[in-house]
């Protein structure tokens, strides 16, 4: 087991290195509706909360989330996916011009709503989500679409990173010619997998499954560091990665490296509020990490800090440079 460490000054380099990077987020695009509101009764209709609501939110989410992420950090995304021809979808455009985040990659699709999930949060906890969604997978043209969307900003960008929800964005022949099309010009390529082709991520550079679902990729189901090495490492060897990060709630993370080396990261959060999001940080964090010239272990380090950052809050959030620098160089142990 290598020990990992990141001091102040090479974290501000890695920041400073990181800024105005382009880097492209393929994945499927949502928008996340929050209904916040308190409970002080029971419905006399059926045995659930009544939930009064006071206040409504709308933010991005999937692999918008991901890149709001990234230009928070100081990054310059481009967002490349699908929206429905409808009202959801123009809110999601002018959230994104709003926050400053490239939506030129997006494509419209008449015939498919716009991902919404909407929560309702009461006295600060999720009381239930409910999605409109449609999971089918996009057609050739729209295929089509996407990839001539990354291939002509192909040369500005530093990495990709693709974003699967499984709501029908990423398909395994997109991912087939991305993939291809990235490791041509050796571009970084970061995968936030979902179990249904986890098959077709071969020989990305990075892939950050959390530990169900890596377990479920592999077979076995991560009970101790024994079985962790063992999906971890197996996983590695069967897709022909670079590296893979595994997220594993409040155990931390752990990192397989393809020369052999592995990182175990404790958790750094304080406290939990919301987990909804910490996916998209992790990832965001850790490519804008690499792009700022950071060592795996290290992009490591920083994606930690950022996850634990994000779920100390209520609904979507974001962590920032200043953020991370504050906590980390105030938490000097959990750097090492």
């Known amino acids: 087991m290598e020990k990992s460490s990141l001091d102040g000054t090479r974290l501000r ?38 939930v009064e609501i006071r206040n409504e939110t709308h933010l991005l989410g999937g692999a918008a989330n991901v890149a709001l992420n990234l230009k928070k950090l100081g990054c310059a995304p481009l967002v490349i996916g699908v929206v429905g021809d409808d009202s959801a979808g123009e809110q999601l455009g002018k959230l994104l011009s709003l926050l400053g985040v490239d939506s030129s990659g997006v494509e419209s699709d008449k015939y498919r709503p716009t991902t919404i999930k909407t929560r309702i949060i009461a006295n600060n906890q999720q ?30 960008i530093s990495a990709l990173i693709i974003s699967d929800y499984g709501k029908g964005v990423i398909t395994k022949g997109l991912l087939q010619q991305v993939i291809a099309l990235c490791r041509q010009r050796k571009i970084f390529i970061a995968v936030d997998p979902k179990d249904l082709h986890f098959k077709s991520y071969r020989q990305v550079s990075v892939i950050t499954p959390n530990h169900h679902e890596a377990g479920f990729a592999y077979g076995m189901k991560i009970r101790d560091e024994l079985t962790l090495f063992e999906v971890g490492t197996g996983l590695l ?7 893979i990060l595994i997220t ?30 910490a996916g998209d940080t992790v990832i965001a964090a850790y490519t804008a990490a690499h792009t700022g010239s950071a060592q795996p272990h290290e992009a490591a380090l920083i994606a930690n800090q950022a996850a634990g950052i994000v779920v100390g809050e209520v609904g979507t959030a974001q962590a920032t440079p200043g953020q991370l620098m504050a906590v980390m160089l105030d938490n000097k142990e959990t750097m090492a």
């Open 13 to 50: 380099q890695i920041i400073d290195g990181w800024q105005n990077k382009q880097i492209a987020v393929l994945g499927d695009i949502m928008l996340d509706h929050y209904l916040w509101g308190s409970v002080e009764r029971i419905s006399p209709e059926a045995p659930v909360p009544i």
């Open 127 to 156: 009381v239930v989500r409910a999605d409109r969604e449609d999971r089918r997978e996009i057609d050739d043209d729209m295929q089509r679409r996407l990839l001539g969307r990354l291939q002509t900003r192909i040369d500005q």
């Open 237 to 243: 060897s069967q897709l022909d990665l670079d590296s």
């Open 248 to 277: 594993r709630g409040s155990d931390g993370m752990a990192l397989f490296l393809k020369d052999g080396t592995r990182h175990l990261l404790p958790t750094v959060a304080k406290k939990v509020f919301d987990v909804t999001g």
